[in-house]
C-alpha cells in the first residue's frame, strides 16, 4: 500500500510537522487559475453576489471563513422559485442558466467572503456535481488537517509533561 503525506509517521507513531506541511500542500485547492496566474472559480462554479436579505432568506447568515462553516446546500428547486419569483432582479439571474443545467438537485452555495477572486462576489454556487464533490473534499481533508494538528498538539503536550 502506497504511504501518503498525511500517513507519514515518525518512529515514535506520531505525525511530524514537516509532513504535515507536505500534506497541506498537496491539498488540492478550492478554486483554479487563469492563464495569468489569478485566482478564479472552480470549473463547474460560479462566482456571484447575493445581498444580504437573499443570505437571510436561503439560510445562508451563519457562513464564514472565520467560522469554519463555509458552505450549505440549497434545493436546486428553491433557487428556481426564487428566479421565477424576482425574475431580472433575483440574486441568482446572472447565473440562471447554469443553475437550470446542474446535474443533482442540492446545489452548494460556499461563501467567499475574502472575495479571494476580486470580483466583488460573494459567494459561489457548485452548478456541477464534479465541483461540489471537490468543495466536500477539500473540506474534509481540512477538518483531517486540524484534528491531526490538534492531535499533535496533544501528544507533544503530553509528551512535554512527563517527567524527565
Known amino acids: 500500500m502506497e504511504e501518503t503525506a498525511a500517513d507519514s509517521k515518525d518512529e515514535g507513531g506520531t505525525t511530524t510537522a514537516s509532513t504535515q506541511e507536505d500534506a497541506a500542500a498537496a491539498m488540492p485547492l478550492p478554486y483554479a487559475f487563469d492563464a495569468d496566474g489569478r485566482k478564479q472559480p472552480l470549473p463547474g462554479s460560479r462566482s456571484i453576489f447575493l445581498r444580504g436579505g437573499t443570505v437571510e432568506a436561503f439560510g445562508l447568515a451563519g457562513l464564514s471563513s472565520k467560522s469554519g462553516n463555509l458552505m450549505a446546500a440549497v434545493?436546486?428547486?428553491?433557487?428556481l422559485a426564487d428566479m421565477q419569483f424576482q425574475g431580472a432582479i433575483s440574486d441568482f439571474h446572472p447565473i440562471k442558466d447554469a443553475i437550470k443545467a446542474t446535474d443533482y438537485d442540492e446545489l452548494l452555495l460556499r461563501v467567499n467572503d475574502d472575495d479571494i477572486f476580486g470580483d466583488g462576489n460573494n459567494f459561489e454556487v457548485a452548478v456541477t456535481k464534479a465541483a461540489a464533490e471537490t468543495w466536500q473534499a477539500i473540506q474534509a481533508a481540512q477538518q483531517q488537517a486540524a484534528a491531526?494538528?490538534?492531535?499533535?498538539?496533544e501528544a507533544a503536550a503530553a509528551e512535554a509533561a512527563l517527567p524527565r
Not at 491531526?148 to 498538539?153: I, V, W
Open 75 to 79: 434545493p436546486k428547486d428553491k433557487l
Open 148 to 153: 491531526a494538528a490538534t492531535a499533535a498538539a
